[in-house]
């Protein structure tokens, strides 16, 4: 049985209830796992593009080119959706050095 405070009783075990509405709870929560990850990924691509966006004006407003290698780099965050589907392939997206940087090469322009 898990503990639950109670304000009353102080530490107590859960009711049956209780238990079965947290454990539904816990198995909902676990399996929405995948797209937290994911949502997670989409707001650090959001940040990266945004971070590049001057870049492209730039290169627009002085009819310059971008490199070939920036273009692509760009591209492959915007495909990251439909390039990576699985949660494993989330949690490499998001792994991270000792300090703290993301380590995976699709966030290296």
């Known amino acids: 049985m898990t503990k639950v405070f109670d304000n009353v009783v102080g530490l107590r075990d859960m009711t049956v209830d ?7 709870d816990l198995a909902d929560w676990n399996s929405k796992s995948a797209t937290r990850k994911l949502n997670k990924i989409k707001r650090f691509r959001k940040i990266k593009l945004e971070a590049t966006d001057w870049k492209v004006t730039s290169a627009k407003e002085k009819s310059t080119n971008l490199s070939t290698s920036f273009k692509n780099w760009r591209q492959g965050l915007r495909d990251i959706p439909q390039t990576y589907t699985t949660e494993s392939e989330y949690d490499e997206l998001l792994a991270r050095d000792d300090n703290g940087n993301l380590t995976h090469s699709v966030w290296s322009e």
């Open 18 to 24: 209780e238990q079965a509405q947290y454990d539904k």
